[in-house]
């Protein structure tokens, strides 16, 4: 079974392995969290609202839209309400587009259910005719990120109404879409002509929220329901409560963080462009690097100092590739100086480097 390789606890340097805000939530969330009463947090949390402002962001209906802790429990939610082998019944099946977001797997096998890898093609353009060769009539789940991590390359709508369309009934395609503020495009507008779709999001990403863990599905309530089932019933807590409300009423500052991210992907394009290293262009606010046989040299000299990379190298069509976080444009830049640093063979024991990085490491 499937382990999830849960990233070290590192909150000392500047953290651009894990696709964060590293700029942090906007100020009207402090302000909404130094304002919980000492009644609040002792009531268990009402939903009502904070499902209306998230519903009302993404223009769907409150009844259709579930809160959840983090969309990591959404996606256990589906799990445990798809993916269970029924008794004496065959091993449902659960296709996963690779390289993928790795709990779809964990969380796959968790529960019982098996998964049916299809590898990517070399440019990661979406793998259609593949994936439509792997549904068979055990297919339960077909997980679909768009943009996906940690390629930050998109997938054509047109391929998730064509899975949806071939997918056994009773099955269900997932829509992860975590980033997908940053690609400003969202299968949520064509969910009334599928029902079968359900459409995963998050707040931990565009609206800085992710030490809160909130998220949401979407989806038609026949196939909603299962998962609601599966959600213990007050997961969401006050705080995630009132800080997703907040969030929502400053959309100003979610678009001023897009802005920093559409700046600091141009940065490190030109910068792997300088540096001879080919990349993904990304809808996201991550680049996936090849940095090849440069790979230990980049993450490692770079993780000494301070700076947090995430070596992306072992997921499948990922071979010597790291992934870098893009948003603040200041933190892109001195992640970047390191990586200019280390252009030349060897460069990482010269003095030079050694001098920028520990520079970075005391600014971090
Ligand atoms: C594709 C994808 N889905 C889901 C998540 C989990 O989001 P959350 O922080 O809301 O649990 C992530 C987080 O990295 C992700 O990359």
């Known amino acids: 079974m499937s382990a999830y390789d849960k990233p070290p606890e590192l909150y000392a340097g500047l953290r651009l392995h894990q696709n964060e805000n590293t700029g942090g939530c906007s100020p009207r969330v402090l302000e909404a969290l130094a304002r919980l009463r000492a009644d609040e947090v002792g009531f268990y949390p009402p939903y009502a609202a904070a499902t209306r402002a998230c519903a009302a962001y993404l223009g769907v209906e409150p009844g259709d839209l579930a809160l959840t802790n983090g969309l990591d429990e959404g996606l256990m939610g589906l799990a445990v309400a798809y993916l269970r082998p029924p008794i004496g019944g065959p091993v449902p099946e659960a296709i996963v587009p690779e390289p993928a977001f790795e709990i779809f797997r964990v969380d796959t096998e968790v529960v019982g259910g098996a998964v049916v890898s299809v590898m990517p093609k070399p440019d990661f353009s979406f793998a259609l005719d593949e ?27 047109d391929a998730i109404r064509t899975i949806a369309r071939r997918v056994p009934s009773g099955a269900v395609v997932f829509v992860d879409e975590a980033y997908a503020e940053f690609a400003g495009e969202s299968f949520i507008p ?30 038609a309530s026949e196939t ?12 969401v807590n006050i ?3 009132a800080a997703v409300q907040a969030a929502l009423g400053d959309l100003d500052y979610l678009r001023r963080y897009l802005a920093e991210v ?53 997921e499948p069509g990922c071979a010597g590739c790291l992934r870098i976080a893009t948003g603040v444009v ?31 490491a005391e600014a971090a």
């Not at 001195?334 to 063979?345: F, G």
């Open 262 to 314: 559409a700046e600091s992907k141009q940065l490190v394009y030109a910068a792997c462009d300088r540096l001879g290293m080919s990349y993904f262009p990304s809808r996201s606010n991550f680049v996936l690097v090849c940095a090849g046989d440069r790979l230990d040299e980049l993450v490692k000299g770079a993780f000494d100092r301070g700076v947090y990379l995430r070596d992306r190298s072992t």
């Open 224 to 235: 909603m329901y299962p998962i609601r089932q599966a959600i213990p019933v007050y997961s």
């Open 131 to 157: 994936v439509l060769a792997a549904i068979t009539p055990r297919t339960r789940v077909v997980f679909l990120t768009n943009p996906n991590n940690p390629t930050g390359v998109g997938m054509p709508l």
């Open 330 to 360: 200041e933190h892109t830049r001195r992640a970047i100086a390191v990586m200019d640093r280390t252009k030349e063979p060897g460069a990482p024991g010269d003095p030079l480097y050694l001098d920028v990085v520990a520079a970075l």
């Open 190 to 219: 064509e969910l009334d002509a599928f029902p079968n779709v359900i459409v995963g999001r998050t707040f931990s990403k565009a609206f800085g929220l992710a030490g809160l863990r909130i998220g949401c599905l979407v989806g």
């Open 239 to 241: 705080a995630a409560v």
